[in-house]
Each structure stands twice: as structure tokens, then as C-alpha cells.
């Protein structure tokens, strides 16, 4: 015990040192050749207990670790000692430990190790005793191993030394016979060059002529077209403008001959005349001055004339007055048609300006329908002139704008029209029905969509409102309007059973469900429903996205709605956006999903 704690006190893997001591960083698994290594049983510094220990010798050094149950290394290395200081000397059993040996480090270092059997304890004297003289030969062999890797490296190296010499030696022979074979080439083809030189100024000679020929041939040719197409433009812009003649002309024989008369004869109401003749006088004062400004242009007309800007000039106009016409189209024939069969008088008097040089045997319905004709006519004419006109010429933009302008105007018309035909079908409808619920609905910005024979409980024949089903039941020759269904809280779902093809709305106060006799009429119904349903949700959507903008931005909103010029005061709203239409904005209660 007094050895070892003397051995202690002196050891350089104290706390204090192992900090310093590079040796102390060191792990078992760096130990990767050692020259010997296992576990040894060392006595405690202290109690003097035995305890397992794993050795390890590498380099100079024998290193220990703890050693657990199975003798394998773990944790820090504990210490180590210097060999070429150490001796290992055999001890006396007295210590109650057979195979026991003591190792000394010089000057003042020693501990008492032991084995399992003696010749594990001889291997470990002779490894601690000659590990200098083990180190020195394992030194002297790496010395050798890397003289004989270095000759052998040098002599691959040299070889390829040897290699690459003859390699660049052959490349250069080759590249002197490459270049004086060039060099000789070069010469054959400086020969070859002035003589197809020579030979070329012949033919370039030759081929110059044909060139110009050409060219000459398509100036020709070009000249041809071009000259072919101004004439094709101005025999187009002659057409219009004989048109547009005739067109005027015709309006002013409806106003000689039909309107004015009218007018100053007591045959039909002034009111009646309002409804039959509309605003064609405006039509014509508007064709009149486009007509004169056409006839202008033309009187000065050369190939670098525009028509263009004065379309679109006038589109406007166009727009103005002849969406009323179109609008009241069918009243004026059917006012025509009532006073014809009522009044025989007026009956002859459209006889007898038919039969005027003048009206050329059209009758009063030939006339009035020409301005539903001209605009699409125009449209017509404008695509030709378009095609007849080069893509670089100057009016070439201002056609393609009119042609556009044109286009949505007719669009906008014939919207119009629709909506107008659509209040007056929503007119009729509500002549037709009748009962209490009808008296409590308001049709307020509503439009039929569709309308046919139904199997329900409560009737036998459905309509399809822009918002609303109603059902009805025939009843002495009247409908009677038994149920409303509000489409803005219902959800759809359909299919088949034995008495045919059904469709169900289901909203939150009760259930629907209506029987068709086959499949095509449940696809139509569902195609329709489907469409108002998806329409409302959109318009729902759109109303609570420009809520929410309107809120961020800190404004209130306003809520203002247009009238879209119905007969009987029904008010449409647009199923596609229009630019010359603004949809009332209306209040939806929350619908279901599909």
C-alpha cells in the first residue's frame, strides 16, 4: 500500500496534469495497431483492492483503461506509463495473488499487476521489458516499407516519364508531316482558289443578270397586288357607301312616305305612331351625317385614305339610337299587325305607299327591319375591307378597332333585346298565374329561365326563375301558384325510382321532390338548376368579396341598381358582364353547397 501510494502521488494523469498532457485525450478505440493489449488485474491505490484493468502498449507507452464485466474497455484512459523508464520485476505470493509482477517507473513509480495464468504474466514482463527493442524493429520496418514504396513510385514515374517522351516525340513527328502536307495543300488550293475565282466573276456575272430579272419580275408582281388590293379596298368602300346611300334613302321613304303622313292624319294615335316608327328618325339624321362624311372622304379618295376613324366616330351613335329601335322591334310589328286587322284605313294606307315608285313594293315591316340588318351588314364589311387591307397601311388599326367596337355594340344590342323579350315573357308569366302567393312575391329583378309540366304533390307544372321555383296547378283554365321555392337555401340532388326519373330540393324547412316521366327532361332540369344555383353563389361570392374591399379601404358601401330598359318594369340582371350594363346588386341569404 505504501508503494502504491507513493506510486500515485507521482503519477502525470493527476487532475491537475491530464488537461496538459495531450495523452490523456486519447480513447481505446484510437488504438488501432498496438503491440499488446488485455486485461490485467491492478491493486487499488488506496484499499489495495484488486481490480480488472485493460492494458494496452503502443509506441513507447502502456496505457490503462476500466475494464467491465466482460473485460472490454470503457471510459477514460486512466494512465500511463513511460517503458523506456519502466521495468517489470516478479514479486512473492505473499500478496495472497498468484502470477503477480510488479512494474517500476523510474525514479519514484511503481504498481502491482497480475494475471490469470503465468504465461500471460511472462508475455507482459517481456513486452515491458522489450518494447523498445519490438518499437525499433517496427520502425525499422516502416523505414524500409517507404524506401521500397518510394523506388517503386519513383520507378513508375519514371516509366511514364519514358512513355510520355516517346509519345510527344511521335506527336511531333506527325505534326511536321501534318504541316508540310498543309503547307503543299495550302498551295494546291491557292491555285484552286484563283482559278474558281476567275470562273466565279463568269458566272457571278451570269447570275447578276438573272437576279435583277427577278427582282424586276416581283417589283412587277408585288406592284400587281398591291395595286389589286387598293382596288379591292376602294370597291369595298364604294359598296359601303352605296349601301349606306340606299340604306338613307330607305329611311327617308319610311319618313315621306309612312311617318310623316301618319303623323298629319288622324288614322292611328300619335302614341301608336311612336310605337310603330320609334326613334328612326334619330337613325336616320345619324346615317345621314355618316353617309356625308363617307361621300367626303371618298371625293378625295388615293390609297393612302382612311375610313376608319370615321366608324369609330360614329359607333357611338350607333349604339344610342338603334338599341331602342331593336328594343321595341316586336312591339312595332305587333302594333302594325293590330292596326292592319282593326282599322281598314290604315290598312289602305300602307297599300297605297307601297305602291308609291318610291317604297320600290317593299312593305312598312321591309322597311323598319333594314337598321335591325345594318349593323351586322357593317360588321360584315368591315372584315372585308380588313382583309383588303395591308397590316402596315395606316387605317389598318383603325378598321380592326371599329370592327371591335362594332362587335360589342351588336353584343350589347342583342343583350338588350334579350332582357327586353325576357321582362315581357316575366310579364306575361305573372298575367298568367295567379293566387295568394303571387300577390306576396315580389318579381323584382327576377327572369324566366325555364318552364314545363312537373310531377309534384302540390301541381303539375313548374317554373325556373332567376332565383325562385314556382309550382303551379291548372285549375279551370288558370295556374295557381301553390308553392314558391326560394333556389338561394336549397341544396339539389336527384335519381331513380320506380315511377321514373326524381329531382329533390331540399331546403332548411322542407323537402321537394319532383318526378319527370324521362331522363332527358330530369338532364334538362338539372342542367338548368344547376346553372341558377352556381349563378347565385357567384354573384354571393362576388357581393362579399367587394363587402370586404370596401371595408379594408374604410368606405360604405352603396347599393344602387339600373333599370335594364324591360317593358312592364321588370328588372333583369345580366347573366355575363355587359359594358354598357351594370347588374342590380342584390341580398342573399346563405346557400347550402351543391
Avoid at 338532364?523 to 347565385?536: F, G, P, Q, R, Y
Amino acid at each position: 500500500n505504501t508503494t502504491n501510494k507513493r506510486m500515485s502521488s507521482s503519477q502525470p494523469g493527476k487532475k491537475k496534469n491530464r488537461d496538459k498532457d495531450p495523452a490523456f485525450k486519447r480513447t481505446f478505440q484510437d488504438f488501432i495497431f498496438p503491440i499488446h493489449s488485455g486485461v490485467v488485474y491492478k491493486q487499488g491505490k488506496y484499499l489495495g483492492k484488486w481490480k480488472p484493468r485493460w492494458f494496452v502498449v503502443e509506441d513507447d507507452r502502456l496505457y490503462y483503461f476500466h475494464a467491465d464485466k466482460d473485460y472490454n474497455p470503457v471510459g477514460e484512459m486512466l494512465g500511463y506509463f513511460v517503458l523506456s523508464k519502466c521495468a517489470a520485476k516478479t514479486v512473492d505470493s505473499s500478496s495472497k495473488k498468484n502470477f503477480t509482477f510488479k512494474i517500476i517507473e523510474h525514479p519514484s513509480r511503481s504498481c502491482l499487476v497480475c494475471t490469470d495464468d503465468l504465461k500471460q504474466k511472462f508475455k507482459w514482463i517481456d513486452v515491458i521489458a522489450n518494447a523498445s527493442t519490438l518499437m525499433a524493429r517496427r520502425k525499422k520496418a516502416v523505414v524500409l516499407f517507404q524506401s521500397k514504396l518510394r523506388a517503386r513510385r519513383q520507378r513508375r514515374q519514371y516509366l511514364q516519364l519514358l512513355h510520355s517522351s516517346v509519345v510527344l516525340q511521335t506527336h511531333i513527328r506527325v505534326v511536321k508531316e501534318v504541316l508540310a502536307r498543309k503547307h503543299k495543300i495550302k498551295c494546291i488550293i491557292k491555285l484552286q482558289a484563283q482559278w474558281r475565282m476567275q470562273k466565279a466573276r463568269k458566272e457571278f456575272k451570269a447570275s447578276m443578270e438573272l437576279v435583277l430579272a427577278a427582282q424586276r419580275m416581283c417589283r412587277r408582281w408585288l406592284f400587281r397586288i398591291r395595286r389589286k388590293r387598293e382596288l379591292k379596298r376602294k370597291q369595298i368602300i364604294s359598296e359601303i357607301l352605296a349601301t349606306e346611300r340606299t340604306y338613307v334613302n330607305n329611311l327617308l321613304t319610311v319618313l315621306d312616305l309612312y311617318m310623316n303622313p301618319l303623323k298629319a292624319s288622324e288614322l292611328v294615335p300619335v302614341k301608336d305612331i311612336g310605337t310603330i316608327f320609334s326613334c328612326i328618325e334619330d337613325i336616320y339624321f345619324v346615317n345621314n351625317t355618316f353617309c356625308v362624311a363617307l361621300e367626303e372622304r371618298f371625293s378625295i379618295w388615293n390609297a393612302e385614305k382612311q375610313v376608319g376613324d370615321i366608324f369609330i366616330k360614329s359607333v357611338s351613335s350607333f349604339l344610342e339610337h338603334y338599341m331602342p329601335y331593336i328594343t321595341n322591334f316586336d312591339d312595332s310589328l305587333k302594333m302594325i299587325k293590330r292596326r292592319t286587322t282593326s282599322n281598314e284605313a290604315f290598312s289602305n294606307f300602307l297599300t297605297t305607299a307601297q305602291k308609291n315608285p318610291r317604297a320600290k313594293a317593299i312593305d312598312l315591316s321591309g322597311f323598319l327591319i333594314q337598321p335591325i340588318q345594318r349593323l351586322p351588314r357593317y360588321e360584315m364589311l368591315l372584315k372585308e375591307l380588313i382583309k383588303a387591307t395591308f397590316k402596315h397601311h395606316p387605317d389598318h388599326a383603325n378598321l380592326s378597332e371599329a370592327m371591335q367596337r362594332i362587335k360589342e355594340a351588336t353584343l350589347a344590342i342583342n343583350e338588350q333585346k334579350r332582357k327586353a323579350d325576357n321582362g315581357q315573357v316575366t310579364n306575361d308569366l305573372k298575367k298568367e298565374l295567379v293566387g295568394k302567393l303571387m300577390k306576396e312575391h315580389s318579381f323584382a329583378g327576377a327572369k324566366l329561365i325555364a318552364s314545363g309540366p312537373v310531377i309534384h304533390q302540390l301541381g303539375d307544372f313548374m317554373h325556373l326563375m332567376s332565383d325562385t321555383v314556382m309550382i303551379s296547378k291548372s285549375k279551370k283554365g288558370e295556374k295557381h301558384v301553390k308553392e314558391i321555392i326560394d333556389l338561394k337555401t336549397v341544396i339539389l340532388t336527384f335519381g331513380e325510382n320506380e315511377k321514373g326519373e326524381w329531382l329533390r330540393l331540399i331546403s332548411p324547412k322542407k323537402e321537394h321532390t319532383l318526378q319527370f316521366s324521362t331522363k332527358e327532361e330530369l338532364d334538362s332540369w338539372k342542367k338548368n338548376i344547376s346553372s341558377v344555383l352556381s349563378s347565385l353563389e357567384e354573384r354571393k361570392r362576388t357581393l362579399m368579396n367587394s363587402r370586404s374591399t370596401l371595408q379594408n379601404s374604410g368606405s360604405r358601401p352603396l347599393l344602387s341598381s339600373s333599370s335594364g330598359g324591360s317593358s312592364g318594369g321588370v328588372m333583369s340582371a345580366p347573366s355575363s358582364p355587359s359594358p354598357h350594363h351594370h347588374a342590380p346588386i342584390p341580398s342573399f341569404a346563405p346557400p347550402s353547397p351543391l
